[in-house]
C-alpha cells in the first residue's frame, strides 16, 4: 500500500477552517499562524491530491467539486484523531468512556433519566452523549465515532447489530380545541382532510409514517407546518386545530392528563420498535454492556 502521498493533517486542518470560519486570516487566528502559512498549507493539499480544492469567488473563497469531497474526509479524519486522542487520555487516566447516541425524541424524553440512572448505579463510567438523525448516527456507529446508539429505525448496515428495546406506536392526535376531541373511530379516508403539524422530513417518525401510509394507499397528507421539535408540536396542537402523528411514549403523559386526545384510525395502527444499535468490533465494551443491561432491567 502507498503511504508517501498522503495529505498532512496540518493541512486538512487548515482546509477545515477556512471553510467553517469564512477566510484565511480567520483560519490563522484560530489555528496561531499567519495567513502565509494558511495559505502554505492549502497549496500543499493541493499539491497532495493534484486537483484545486479551493476557488475564488469575488473576496470569498469557495469549495470546488473536489474541495467538497477532500472537506468532507477532513471532517472525518480530524473527528477520528480527536476521539484517538481521547482514546489514550482515557487509557492513561483509567477511564471508561461510553459515547452514546440518540434520536431527538429518545434524548428528549427518555435520556436524563437513564443518564442519572447510569451515573447512580455505574459512577466509574463517564457517559457522553449525544442527539442526531437516524442516518448520520448510524454513520458515526460505523465509522467508530460512537460506542452505541439508541434508535427509532433498525440501521441498514452489515457492520451494526441491532436488538430490540422497546414496542412504540405512532398515533394520531390532537388537543382540547379540535373537533375530533373524543371521536370514537376515524374512517382511514378522512386523514386527507385534516390538517397536520409534524416533525422535519429527515426524522424517523416521518420516514416511519411515510411507509405506513403509502401501505395503505395515501401518498400525501395536508402539512400545514413542519417542526424540529416534538415538545413545540405538542404545545401548538393543544393552542389550535391541527393534528399530529408522534410517538406513543413522547405523548403518554399529556395522553394521560387530558391534555392530548388519540384519534383512533378505523383499520390502521402503525406499530414499530426502538433498537440498540452497535458495531461488530465493539462488543466487547465493558461500559456499553453496563448500559444496555440497565436499559433492559428499566423494561
Known amino acids: 500500500m502507498e503511504y508517501r502521498n498522503l495529505p498532512d493533517l496540518s493541512g486538512l486542518a487548515a482546509l477545515k ?3 467553517e470560519l469564512g477566510g484565511v486570516a480567520e483560519a490563522g487566528l484560530t489555528l496561531c499562524i499567519g495567513q502565509p502559512a494558511v495559505t502554505k498549507r492549502l497549496r500543499a ?24 469531497k477532500v472537506y468532507a474526509y477532513s471532517r472525518l479524519v480530524l473527528d477520528h484523531q480527536t476521539l484517538l486522542l481521547d482514546d489514550l487520555e482515557s487509557l492513561q487516566t483509567g477511564q471508561n468512556r461510553l459515547r452514546l447516541e440518540v434520536t431527538s425524541d429518545i ?5 436524563p433519566e437513564l443518564l442519572l440512572r447510569f451515573a447512580d448505579t455505574y459512577p466509574e463510567y463517564r457517559m457522553e452523549s449525544r442527539m442526531g438523525y437516524s442516518r448520520r448516527i448510524q ?36 388537543g382540547p380545541g379540535h373537533s375530533l376531541w373524543d371521536n370514537s373511530l376515524l374512517p382511514v379516508e378522512e386523514l386527507q382532510r385534516l390538517r397536520y403539524v409534524l416533525r422535519e422530513p429527515r426524522s424517523s417518525m416521518r420516514a416511519t409514517l411515510k411507509k405506513a401510509l403509502a401501505d395503505i394507499g ?42 392530548l386526545f388519540h384519534i383512533k384510525i378505523q383499520g390502521l395502527r402503525i406499530n414499530r420498535t426502538l433498537w440498540i444499535a452497535r458495531t461488530r468490533a465493539n462488543l466487547n465494551n465493558i461500559a456499553s454492556e453496563a448500559f444496555i443491561q440497565l436499559l433492559r432491567d428499566k423494561k
Open 107 to 111: 434524548g428528549e424524553h427518555m435520556l
Open 139 to 174: 454513520t458515526r456507529l460505523a465509522t467508530g465515532l460512537s460506542d452505541l446508539a439508541l434508535l427509532e429505525q433498525a440501521p441498514d448496515h452489515t457492520d451494526i447489530l441491532v436488538q430490540k428495546w422497546i414496542e412504540d406506536e405512532l398515533v394520531l392526535v390532537c
Open 218 to 259: 395515501i401518498n400525501n397528507i395536508p402539512i400545514a407546518m413542519e417542526v424540529g421539535s416534538t415538545d413545540t408540536i405538542v404545545e401548538i396542537l393543544q393552542r389550535g386545530k391541527h393534528v399530529s402523528f408522534l410517538p406513543r411514549f413522547v405523548v403518554k403523559e399529556a395522553l394521560n392528563a387530558g391534555g
Open 17 to 19: 477552517a477556512v471553510v
Open 45 to 68: 493539499l493541493d499539491n497532495c491530491y493534484g486537483v484545486a480544492l479551493m476557488q475564488r469567488k469575488g473576496r470569498r473563497l469557495e469549495l470546488t467539486p473536489a474541495g467538497e
